[in-house]
């Protein structure tokens, strides 16, 4: 059973536009959701992360949006640029330093 | 400060034979984490220690696979009797005691030929 489901899997967008990821949870002891970008070789590197008491959060050009009864949240990147081709997981897990579980990944490019 | 350390970068193991990774964690950092990444896929857990115990491996497909943390700091993955699907990238991140943000090192690339 897949905790936390991601989509889609690849998307290509062009220079100055607005990719957005969603990710999808069941299990309602989740309370915390970072995303993380990963660049080919290297390891996953936390982006931005939300708790669910909080609808929105905005850090630079990446924003995450949360829907506490949808049990969904998304990730939007503001005008996107080519450097931000990379792959984005979404992941959550319950309270305290328990481990994350990870969404499949989505492969983003963007196009000049 | 220095972030999580992996060593080796890549691995190179015949099938059958024995391997050991390493992992230093952010100094300070109570909690240690071991993933695996497969190609096109996000990181699945393994084990995760509190200190030098492990609190939940749960994750570790079988018994080949084994991790200790001796002194609460550095972390080794031990995979006995390697098999051709072992090969994945192992990744190890870290905590702060008592935060949520957990933290990658860059992964060691293991291939069993």
């Known amino acids: 059973q897949q905790q936390v489901k991601q989509s889609p899997q690849s998307l290509i967008v062009q220079k100055g536009g607005i990719p957005i990821i969603n990710c999808a949870y069941e299990n309602t002891a989740f309370d915390y959701f970072p995303w993380y970008q990963q660049f080919p070789g290297k390891g996953p590197a936390l982006l931005i992360a939300i708790r669910p008491d909080v609808s929105e959060k905005k850090e630079g050009r990446f924003t995450i949006s949360f829907n506490k009864s949808a049990k969904q949240f998304s990730l939007h990147i503001m005008d996107s640029q080519p450097g931000d081709s990379a792959t984005y997981f979404c992941?959550?897990?319950?309270?305290?330093?328990?481990?994350?579980?990870f969404g499949k990944g989505t492969r983003l490019s963007v196009i000049a | 400060g220095a972030g999580v350390s992996q060593t080796p970068s890549n691995k190179v193991t015949e099938k059958g034979k024995y391997v050991e990774l390493r992992c230093d964690p952010i100094?300070?950092?109570?909690?240690l984490y071991w993933y695996r990444q497969s190609l096109g896929q996000g990181p699945e857990f393994l084990i995760y220690?509190?200190?030098?115990?492990?609190?939940?491996d749960s994750g570790l497909p079988n018994d080949r696979f084994f991790a200790v943390r001796p002194e609460g700091s550095v972390s080794t993955l031990k995979i006995q009797r390697t098999e051709r699907g072992d090969s994945a990238v192992y990744l190890c991140?870290?905590?702060?005691?008592?935060?949520?943000?957990?933290?990658f090192g860059q992964g060691t690339r293991l291939t069993v030929v």
């Open positions: 100094s300070g950092h109570t909690a």
């Open positions: 991140a870290s905590s702060p005691q008592g935060r949520t943000e957990a933290f």
């Open positions: 992941a959550a897990r319950p309270s305290g330093n328990t481990p994350l579980v």
């Open positions: 220690f509190q200190g030098t115990g492990a609190a939940d």
